[in-house]
Protein backbone atom coordinates (compact mmCIF):
# COMPACT_ATOMS: atom_id res chain seq x y z
CA UNK A 1 0.00 0.00 0.00
CA UNK A 2 1.25 3.51 -0.83
CA UNK A 3 2.22 5.21 2.36
CA UNK A 4 -0.05 8.42 3.49
CA UNK A 5 1.85 11.17 3.60
CA UNK A 6 1.68 12.92 7.23
CA UNK A 7 -0.59 16.09 7.08
CA UNK A 8 1.69 17.40 9.88
CA UNK A 9 4.96 17.78 7.60
CA UNK A 10 6.07 21.05 6.15
CA UNK A 11 6.38 21.45 2.69
CA UNK A 12 10.00 22.43 1.51
CA UNK A 13 10.81 24.64 -1.85
CA UNK A 14 13.95 24.73 -3.29
CA UNK A 15 15.25 28.54 -3.82
CA UNK A 16 18.62 30.03 -5.10
CA UNK A 17 20.29 33.29 -3.82
CA UNK A 18 23.25 34.39 -6.22
CA UNK A 19 26.19 35.56 -4.20
CA UNK A 20 29.57 37.57 -5.42
CA UNK A 21 32.51 36.28 -3.96
CA UNK A 22 36.10 38.49 -3.01
CA UNK A 23 38.88 36.55 -3.81
CA UNK A 24 42.54 37.35 -3.88
CA UNK A 25 44.08 37.02 -7.26
CA UNK A 26 45.51 33.54 -6.58
CA UNK A 27 41.69 32.73 -5.37
CA UNK A 28 40.52 33.63 -8.87
CA UNK A 29 42.93 32.24 -10.47
CA UNK A 30 42.03 28.77 -9.38
CA UNK A 31 38.60 29.43 -9.03
CA UNK A 32 38.48 30.55 -13.10
CA UNK A 33 40.76 26.96 -13.63
CA UNK A 34 37.81 24.92 -12.14
CA UNK A 35 35.65 26.59 -14.73
CA UNK A 36 37.89 26.50 -17.68
CA UNK A 37 38.21 22.50 -16.71
CA UNK A 38 34.81 21.83 -16.45
CA UNK A 39 34.43 23.23 -20.28
CA UNK A 40 37.09 21.19 -20.65
CA UNK A 41 34.60 18.30 -19.80
CA UNK A 42 32.08 19.83 -21.86
CA UNK A 43 34.06 19.88 -25.20
CA UNK A 44 35.11 16.68 -24.88
CA UNK A 45 31.62 14.73 -24.48
CA UNK A 46 31.25 17.12 -27.70
CA UNK A 47 34.51 15.26 -29.05
CA UNK A 48 33.26 12.35 -28.30
CA UNK A 49 30.14 12.10 -29.65
CA UNK A 50 31.53 13.59 -32.93
CA UNK A 51 33.47 10.55 -33.10
CA UNK A 52 30.54 8.23 -32.11
CA UNK A 53 28.94 10.26 -34.91
CA UNK A 54 31.02 9.71 -37.48
CA UNK A 55 31.33 6.16 -37.23
CA UNK A 56 27.56 5.80 -37.15
CA UNK A 57 27.91 4.84 -33.27
CA UNK A 58 25.11 6.11 -30.87
CA UNK A 59 25.68 9.15 -28.87
CA UNK A 60 26.90 8.98 -24.86
CA UNK A 61 23.83 11.23 -23.27
CA UNK A 62 22.67 9.02 -20.48
CA UNK A 63 24.24 10.20 -17.10
CA UNK A 64 25.37 6.76 -16.11
CA UNK A 65 27.31 6.20 -20.02
CA UNK A 66 29.01 9.75 -19.43
CA UNK A 67 30.05 8.99 -16.05
CA UNK A 68 31.83 5.52 -17.25
CA UNK A 69 33.53 6.99 -19.67
CA UNK A 70 34.53 9.63 -16.95
CA UNK A 71 35.75 7.30 -14.90
CA UNK A 72 37.47 5.79 -17.72
CA UNK A 73 39.61 8.51 -18.27
CA UNK A 74 40.91 8.71 -14.96
CA UNK A 75 42.08 10.98 -12.09
CA UNK A 76 44.27 14.27 -12.64
CA UNK A 77 42.66 14.58 -16.59
CA UNK A 78 41.05 17.57 -15.72
CA UNK A 79 43.08 19.76 -13.05
CA UNK A 80 42.10 20.75 -10.00
CA UNK A 81 38.51 19.97 -10.69
CA UNK A 82 37.15 16.63 -8.95
CA UNK A 83 34.81 13.78 -9.58
CA UNK A 84 31.96 15.60 -8.10
CA UNK A 85 32.09 18.44 -10.17
CA UNK A 86 32.74 16.97 -13.33
CA UNK A 87 29.43 15.14 -12.71
CA UNK A 88 27.56 18.40 -12.44
CA UNK A 89 29.11 18.87 -15.87
CA UNK A 90 28.20 15.46 -17.72
CA UNK A 91 24.23 16.25 -15.20
CA UNK A 92 23.81 19.49 -17.24
CA UNK A 93 24.96 18.15 -20.36
CA UNK A 94 22.46 15.13 -20.42
CA UNK A 95 20.02 17.30 -19.26
CA UNK A 96 20.10 19.65 -22.24
CA UNK A 97 20.51 16.64 -24.58
CA UNK A 98 16.89 15.35 -23.49
CA UNK A 99 15.31 18.87 -23.49
CA UNK A 100 16.26 18.55 -27.15
CA UNK A 101 14.96 15.69 -28.00
CA UNK A 102 12.22 16.28 -26.23
CA UNK A 103 11.13 19.36 -27.82
CA UNK A 104 11.86 17.68 -31.02
CA UNK A 105 10.14 14.90 -30.49
CA UNK A 106 7.12 17.76 -29.91
CA UNK A 107 7.50 18.99 -33.10
CA UNK A 108 9.98 21.99 -32.49
CA UNK A 109 12.14 21.75 -35.72
CA UNK A 110 15.01 24.63 -34.31
CA UNK A 111 15.77 22.59 -31.18
CA UNK A 112 19.44 21.11 -31.60
CA UNK A 113 21.50 18.75 -29.20
CA UNK A 114 24.10 20.75 -27.51
CA UNK A 115 27.37 21.06 -30.05
CA UNK A 116 28.69 24.30 -28.94
CA UNK A 117 31.59 24.22 -26.84
CA UNK A 118 31.93 26.63 -24.37
CA UNK A 119 35.18 28.21 -22.36
CA UNK A 120 33.72 28.50 -18.66
CA UNK A 121 30.88 26.12 -17.92
CA UNK A 122 29.29 26.74 -13.91
CA UNK A 123 30.43 23.87 -11.44
CA UNK A 124 27.95 22.65 -8.81
CA UNK A 125 28.69 20.61 -5.72
CA UNK A 126 26.10 18.95 -3.75
CA UNK A 127 25.57 18.64 0.31
CA UNK A 128 28.24 16.91 2.11
CA UNK A 129 31.13 17.76 -0.57
CA UNK A 130 31.48 21.22 0.39
CA UNK A 131 31.92 23.50 3.78
CA UNK A 132 30.37 26.71 4.89
CA UNK A 133 31.85 28.71 8.08
CA UNK A 134 29.88 32.08 8.00
CA UNK A 135 31.04 33.64 4.91
CA UNK A 136 33.66 31.50 4.30
CA UNK A 137 33.38 28.72 1.78
CA UNK A 138 35.66 25.37 1.04
CA UNK A 139 35.26 24.34 -2.40
CA UNK A 140 36.00 21.07 -3.08
CA UNK A 141 39.21 20.45 -5.59
CA UNK A 142 40.84 16.78 -7.10
CA UNK A 143 42.84 14.70 -4.79
CA UNK A 144 46.53 15.97 -3.96
CA UNK A 145 45.91 20.09 -4.15
CA UNK A 146 45.31 22.62 -1.78
CA UNK A 147 41.77 23.23 -0.44
CA UNK A 148 40.44 26.66 -1.79
CA UNK A 149 38.46 28.76 0.39
CA UNK A 150 36.84 31.69 -0.50
CA UNK A 151 34.53 34.79 0.96
CA UNK A 152 31.47 35.61 -0.02
CA UNK A 153 30.77 39.37 -0.35
CA UNK A 154 27.33 38.97 2.01
CA UNK A 155 26.10 36.51 4.39
CA UNK A 156 23.74 33.96 3.40
CA UNK A 157 20.06 34.47 3.26
CA UNK A 158 19.46 31.02 4.48
CA UNK A 159 20.49 28.79 7.42
CA UNK A 160 23.54 27.33 6.50
CA UNK A 161 21.55 23.31 7.80
CA UNK A 162 19.20 24.11 4.55
CA UNK A 163 21.65 24.70 2.01
CA UNK A 164 21.50 21.79 -0.58
CA UNK A 165 23.88 23.07 -3.16
CA UNK A 166 26.78 25.24 -4.31
CA UNK A 167 27.22 26.44 -8.03
CA UNK A 168 30.39 28.77 -8.78
CA UNK A 169 30.19 30.57 -12.08
CA UNK A 170 31.14 33.55 -13.61
CA UNK A 171 29.00 36.35 -15.47
CA UNK A 172 30.37 39.53 -16.92
CA UNK A 173 33.93 38.83 -15.27
CA UNK A 174 33.01 38.38 -11.78
CA UNK A 175 32.64 35.58 -9.87
CA UNK A 176 29.66 34.86 -7.83
CA UNK A 177 28.30 31.66 -6.21
CA UNK A 178 24.42 30.01 -6.39
CA UNK A 179 23.51 28.62 -3.34
CA UNK A 180 20.64 26.77 -3.35
CA UNK A 181 18.28 26.05 -0.21
CA UNK A 182 15.39 23.99 0.93
CA UNK A 183 13.30 26.42 2.47
CA UNK A 184 10.24 25.96 4.19
CA UNK A 185 6.98 27.03 2.95
CA UNK A 186 5.43 30.05 4.65
CA UNK A 187 3.38 29.09 8.08
CA UNK A 188 0.25 31.28 9.17
CA UNK A 189 -1.61 31.78 12.26
CA UNK A 190 -5.00 30.42 12.55
CA UNK A 191 -7.61 32.68 10.12
CA UNK A 192 -4.50 34.67 8.57
CA UNK A 193 -3.70 32.28 5.59
CA UNK A 194 -4.47 32.56 1.97
CA UNK A 195 -7.94 31.50 1.37
CA UNK A 196 -8.08 29.10 -2.34
CA UNK A 197 -11.33 30.63 -2.68
CA UNK A 198 -10.28 34.11 -3.07
CA UNK A 199 -8.61 34.59 -6.65
CA UNK A 200 -6.89 37.39 -7.91
CA UNK A 201 -5.76 38.12 -11.95
CA UNK A 202 -2.66 39.39 -12.78
CA UNK A 203 -2.28 40.96 -16.33
CA UNK A 204 1.40 41.44 -17.48
CA UNK A 205 3.02 44.43 -19.57
CA UNK A 206 5.81 46.84 -20.07
CA UNK A 207 4.69 49.27 -18.26
CA UNK A 208 3.57 47.82 -15.58
CA UNK A 209 5.42 44.76 -14.94
CA UNK A 210 2.31 43.48 -12.77
CA UNK A 211 -1.13 44.80 -12.76
CA UNK A 212 -3.45 42.63 -10.18
CA UNK A 213 -7.20 43.00 -9.41
CA UNK A 214 -8.33 41.59 -6.30
CA UNK A 215 -11.92 40.01 -4.87
CA UNK A 216 -12.73 42.75 -2.63
CA UNK A 217 -12.29 45.50 -5.54
CA UNK A 218 -8.69 46.44 -4.40
CA UNK A 219 -6.46 46.47 -7.29
CA UNK A 220 -2.24 46.75 -7.42
CA UNK A 221 -0.47 48.89 -10.15
CA UNK A 222 3.00 48.03 -9.87
CA UNK A 223 5.24 50.46 -12.03
CA UNK A 224 7.92 49.26 -13.97
CA UNK A 225 9.24 53.08 -15.60
CA UNK A 226 12.73 53.00 -14.28
CA UNK A 227 13.56 49.53 -15.63
CA UNK A 228 12.22 50.65 -19.01
CA UNK A 229 14.47 53.41 -18.75
CA UNK A 230 17.47 51.43 -17.76
CA UNK A 231 16.88 49.53 -20.92
CA UNK A 232 16.41 52.47 -23.13
CA UNK A 233 19.54 54.32 -21.51
CA UNK A 234 21.66 51.41 -21.39
CA UNK A 235 21.13 50.67 -25.56
CA UNK A 236 21.75 54.57 -25.57
CA UNK A 237 25.56 54.14 -23.31
CA UNK A 238 25.76 51.05 -25.96
CA UNK A 239 25.62 52.87 -28.93
CA UNK A 240 27.94 55.58 -28.09
CA UNK A 241 30.54 53.27 -26.50
CA UNK A 242 30.49 51.26 -29.73
CA UNK A 243 30.71 54.96 -31.75
CA UNK A 244 33.47 55.99 -29.98
CA UNK A 245 36.12 52.86 -30.45
CA UNK A 246 34.71 52.18 -34.12
CA UNK A 247 38.62 53.73 -35.17
CA UNK A 248 40.09 51.55 -33.19
CA UNK A 249 38.37 48.34 -33.50
CA UNK A 250 40.22 45.93 -35.16
CA UNK A 251 40.15 44.52 -39.02
CA UNK A 252 37.64 41.46 -39.62
CA UNK A 253 39.91 38.17 -38.69
CA UNK A 254 43.13 40.46 -36.98
CA UNK A 255 43.77 39.78 -33.51
CA UNK A 256 42.51 42.46 -30.49
CA UNK A 257 45.34 44.45 -28.91
CA UNK A 258 45.39 44.37 -25.23
CA UNK A 259 43.08 47.83 -25.62
CA UNK A 260 40.46 46.17 -27.30
CA UNK A 261 40.58 43.13 -24.58
CA UNK A 262 40.48 45.70 -22.18
CA UNK A 263 37.54 47.60 -23.58
CA UNK A 264 35.58 43.92 -24.22
CA UNK A 265 36.33 43.36 -20.41
CA UNK A 266 34.84 46.87 -19.10
CA UNK A 267 31.72 46.14 -21.92
CA UNK A 268 31.22 42.55 -20.35
CA UNK A 269 31.40 44.29 -17.06
CA UNK A 270 28.68 46.87 -18.13
CA UNK A 271 26.26 44.22 -19.65
CA UNK A 272 26.47 42.06 -16.10
CA UNK A 273 25.75 45.45 -14.15
CA UNK A 274 22.94 45.80 -16.09
CA UNK A 275 21.31 42.58 -16.45
CA UNK A 276 21.59 42.49 -12.46
CA UNK A 277 20.12 45.59 -11.99
CA UNK A 278 17.20 44.42 -13.99
CA UNK A 279 16.55 41.24 -12.13
CA UNK A 280 16.80 42.93 -8.72
CA UNK A 281 13.91 45.38 -10.08
CA UNK A 282 11.77 41.94 -11.37
CA UNK A 283 12.72 40.56 -8.16
CA UNK A 284 11.11 43.62 -6.07
CA UNK A 285 7.90 43.74 -8.44
CA UNK A 286 7.21 39.77 -7.58
CA UNK A 287 7.85 40.39 -3.85
CA UNK A 288 5.26 43.46 -4.05
CA UNK A 289 2.45 41.36 -5.91
CA UNK A 290 3.01 38.53 -3.29
CA UNK A 291 3.08 40.87 0.03
CA UNK A 292 0.11 42.10 -1.07
CA UNK A 293 -1.59 39.16 -2.04
CA UNK A 294 -0.70 37.97 1.27
CA UNK A 295 -2.43 41.09 3.06
CA UNK A 296 -5.86 41.08 0.74
CA UNK A 297 -5.85 36.67 1.94
CA UNK A 298 -5.74 35.71 -1.78
CA UNK A 299 -5.03 32.14 -1.84
CA UNK A 300 -4.54 31.93 -6.41
CA UNK A 301 -3.55 33.96 -8.78
CA UNK A 302 -4.38 33.45 -12.08
CA UNK A 303 -1.61 35.09 -14.31
CA UNK A 304 -2.28 35.87 -18.07
CA UNK A 305 0.21 34.14 -20.04
CA UNK A 306 1.27 37.12 -23.00
CA UNK A 307 3.80 34.65 -24.63
CA UNK A 308 1.64 33.97 -27.63
CA UNK A 309 2.82 37.42 -28.77
CA UNK A 310 6.35 35.86 -29.54
CA UNK A 311 5.03 34.35 -32.76
CA UNK A 312 3.93 37.42 -33.81
CA UNK A 313 6.01 39.21 -36.87
CA UNK A 314 8.36 42.45 -35.66
CA UNK A 315 7.81 45.30 -37.11
CA UNK A 316 10.27 48.10 -37.99
CA UNK A 317 8.22 51.00 -36.94
CA UNK A 318 8.34 50.17 -33.14
CA UNK A 319 10.93 47.82 -32.90
CA UNK A 320 8.56 45.44 -31.86
CA UNK A 321 11.38 42.57 -31.47
CA UNK A 322 13.68 44.03 -28.65
CA UNK A 323 10.89 45.19 -26.55
CA UNK A 324 9.86 41.71 -26.28
CA UNK A 325 12.92 40.09 -25.35
CA UNK A 326 13.58 43.17 -23.01
CA UNK A 327 10.26 42.16 -21.33
CA UNK A 328 11.63 38.94 -20.55
CA UNK A 329 7.87 37.31 -20.17
CA UNK A 330 9.61 33.71 -18.93
CA UNK A 331 11.54 35.49 -16.13
CA UNK A 332 8.93 37.29 -14.66
CA UNK A 333 6.44 34.26 -14.85
CA UNK A 334 8.85 32.31 -13.28
CA UNK A 335 9.82 34.93 -10.63
CA UNK A 336 6.05 35.78 -9.39
CA UNK A 337 5.49 31.54 -9.58
CA UNK A 338 8.76 31.25 -7.23
CA UNK A 339 7.65 33.25 -4.55
CA UNK A 340 3.92 32.67 -4.72
CA UNK A 341 4.95 29.15 -3.85
CA UNK A 342 6.84 30.50 -0.79
CA UNK A 343 4.26 32.37 0.05
CA UNK A 344 1.57 28.92 0.56
CA UNK A 345 0.19 31.05 -2.94
CA UNK A 346 -1.07 28.73 -5.92
CA UNK A 347 -0.78 30.24 -9.37
CA UNK A 348 -2.25 29.12 -12.72
CA UNK A 349 -1.49 30.44 -16.04
CA UNK A 350 -4.92 31.59 -18.32
CA UNK A 351 -5.22 32.44 -21.88
CA UNK A 352 -5.56 36.43 -21.59
CA UNK A 353 -6.51 37.52 -25.56
CA UNK A 354 -8.81 39.69 -25.50
CA UNK A 355 -8.80 41.02 -22.26
CA UNK A 356 -7.56 44.34 -22.75
CA UNK A 357 -10.06 44.83 -25.39
CA UNK A 358 -13.13 44.15 -24.07
CA UNK A 359 -15.53 45.91 -22.40
CA UNK A 360 -16.31 44.22 -18.46
CA UNK A 361 -19.41 45.96 -18.12
CA UNK A 362 -21.32 45.00 -21.38
CA UNK A 363 -19.01 42.64 -23.35
CA UNK A 364 -18.40 44.68 -25.93
CA UNK A 365 -14.89 44.59 -28.60
CA UNK A 366 -13.16 47.90 -28.07
CA UNK A 367 -10.35 49.32 -29.77
CA UNK A 368 -7.07 49.77 -27.75
CA UNK A 369 -6.77 53.39 -26.45
CA UNK A 370 -4.10 55.32 -26.89
CA UNK A 371 -3.19 55.87 -23.18
CA UNK A 372 -3.65 54.00 -20.30
CA UNK A 373 -7.37 54.79 -19.95
CA UNK A 374 -9.58 52.10 -21.40
CA UNK A 375 -13.43 53.76 -22.59
CA UNK A 376 -16.07 52.09 -23.98
CA UNK A 377 -18.12 53.70 -26.40
CA UNK A 378 -21.31 51.46 -26.20
CA UNK A 379 -21.62 51.90 -22.62
CA UNK A 380 -20.49 54.23 -19.72
CA UNK A 381 -17.47 52.40 -18.53
CA UNK A 382 -14.41 53.80 -17.84
CA UNK A 383 -10.84 52.37 -16.38
CA UNK A 384 -7.27 51.68 -16.08
CA UNK A 385 -6.56 49.30 -19.19
CA UNK A 386 -4.69 47.37 -17.36
CA UNK A 387 -6.55 46.71 -14.54
CA UNK A 388 -9.44 46.06 -16.40
CA UNK A 389 -7.31 42.80 -18.36
CA UNK A 390 -6.52 41.77 -14.29
CA UNK A 391 -9.95 42.22 -13.32
CA UNK A 392 -10.94 40.19 -16.76
CA UNK A 393 -8.23 37.17 -16.56
CA UNK A 394 -9.12 36.47 -12.82
CA UNK A 395 -12.71 35.28 -14.21
CA UNK A 396 -11.22 32.79 -16.63
CA UNK A 397 -10.44 29.25 -15.92
CA UNK A 398 -6.95 27.74 -16.53
CA UNK A 399 -7.11 25.40 -19.63
CA UNK A 400 -8.54 28.18 -21.71
CA UNK A 401 -12.11 27.90 -19.95
CA UNK A 402 -14.89 30.63 -21.17
CA UNK A 403 -15.00 34.10 -19.13
CA UNK A 404 -17.95 34.67 -16.68
CA UNK A 405 -19.38 38.04 -17.84
CA UNK A 406 -18.99 39.28 -14.58
CA UNK A 407 -15.58 40.98 -14.16
CA UNK A 408 -14.85 43.68 -10.69
CA UNK A 409 -12.60 46.09 -11.60
CA UNK A 410 -10.90 47.40 -8.62
CA UNK A 411 -12.36 50.60 -7.22
CA UNK A 412 -9.35 50.97 -5.09
CA UNK A 413 -5.74 51.20 -6.46
CA UNK A 414 -2.31 50.77 -4.66
CA UNK A 415 0.83 51.87 -6.59
CA UNK A 416 4.25 50.68 -6.27
CA UNK A 417 7.24 51.42 -8.11
CA UNK A 418 10.11 48.76 -8.64
CA UNK A 419 13.62 49.14 -9.03
CA UNK A 420 14.05 52.06 -6.78
CA UNK A 421 17.98 50.80 -6.58
CA UNK A 422 18.12 51.88 -10.15
CA UNK A 423 20.22 55.38 -11.28
CA UNK A 424 18.16 58.42 -10.63
CA UNK A 425 15.01 56.50 -9.53
CA UNK A 426 14.23 58.86 -6.58
CA UNK A 427 14.42 62.06 -9.03
CA UNK A 428 12.03 61.48 -12.04
CA UNK A 429 8.75 59.43 -12.50
CA UNK A 430 9.02 58.75 -16.01
CA UNK A 431 12.63 58.66 -17.25
CA UNK A 432 15.12 58.56 -13.79
CA UNK A 433 18.43 58.99 -15.68
CA UNK A 434 17.22 61.59 -17.15
CA UNK A 435 19.48 64.79 -16.49
CA UNK A 436 17.46 67.49 -14.11
CA UNK A 437 17.46 70.47 -17.26
CA UNK A 438 15.55 71.80 -19.79
CA UNK A 439 15.11 69.36 -22.60
CA UNK A 440 17.15 69.40 -26.20
CA UNK A 441 15.20 71.87 -28.37
CA UNK A 442 13.20 73.34 -25.63
CA UNK A 443 12.10 76.96 -26.52
CA UNK A 444 12.73 78.25 -22.74
CA UNK A 445 10.67 79.74 -20.33
CA UNK A 446 7.28 79.75 -20.65
CA UNK A 447 5.35 82.31 -21.10
CA UNK A 448 1.79 83.41 -20.54
CA UNK A 449 -0.62 82.62 -23.49
CA UNK A 450 -2.12 85.79 -25.01
CA UNK A 451 -5.81 86.88 -23.61
CA UNK A 452 -8.74 85.48 -26.05
CA UNK A 453 -9.08 88.94 -27.94
CA UNK A 454 -5.75 88.97 -29.29
CA UNK A 455 -4.22 92.06 -27.77
CA UNK A 456 -0.62 91.77 -26.67
CA UNK A 457 0.68 91.36 -23.23
CA UNK A 458 3.56 93.82 -23.81
CA UNK A 459 3.68 97.47 -22.59
CA UNK A 460 2.86 100.13 -25.55
CA UNK A 461 5.49 100.66 -27.76
CA UNK A 462 7.69 97.82 -26.51
CA UNK A 463 8.43 94.36 -29.45
CA UNK A 464 6.85 91.46 -27.04
CA UNK A 465 10.23 89.32 -29.24
CA UNK A 466 12.74 91.99 -27.62
CA UNK A 467 12.48 92.65 -24.40
CA UNK A 468 14.81 95.13 -22.53
CA UNK A 469 13.59 95.28 -18.72
CA UNK A 470 15.48 94.37 -15.63
CA UNK A 471 17.77 91.22 -16.07
CA UNK A 472 15.75 88.35 -14.61
CA UNK A 473 12.39 90.08 -15.53
CA UNK A 474 9.37 88.03 -17.51
Not at 147 to 164: K, S, T
Not at 308 to 327: I, K, P, S, T
Request: proline share 8%; charged share 25%; net charge positive.
Amino acid sequence: MPRRRDPAARRVVHRTARIGLRVTPGQRRRCFGLLRSAGDVWACVLEVNAWRRRRSGTPLAGYQELCRELAASGPGTFGELDSTGARSVLRRFSDAWFAAAKRRKAGDESARSPRRRRGLVPVRWYHGTFTIDSRRVRLPSARGTAPLWVRLARDLPYPIEQVRSITLLCEGGRLFLDVTAEVPVTVYPPGEEPDPGRVAGVDLGIIHPYAVAGPDGEGLLVSGRAVRAEHRMHLADTKARRQATARRAPKPGQRGSRRWRQYRRRERAVEGRHRRRVRQAQHEAARTVVSWAQQQRVGVLHVGDPRGVLDVAAGRRHNLRLRLRQWQIGRLIQVLTDKATLAGIAVHLVDERGTSSTCPACQHRIPKPRGRTLTCPHCTFSGHRDLVAAAMIATRTPGGGPTTPTAAVPGVVTHRRAGRHLPGAGRSRRDPRRPPRAARGSVGPRRPAPPPGGESLARNGEDPQHHTGTPGER
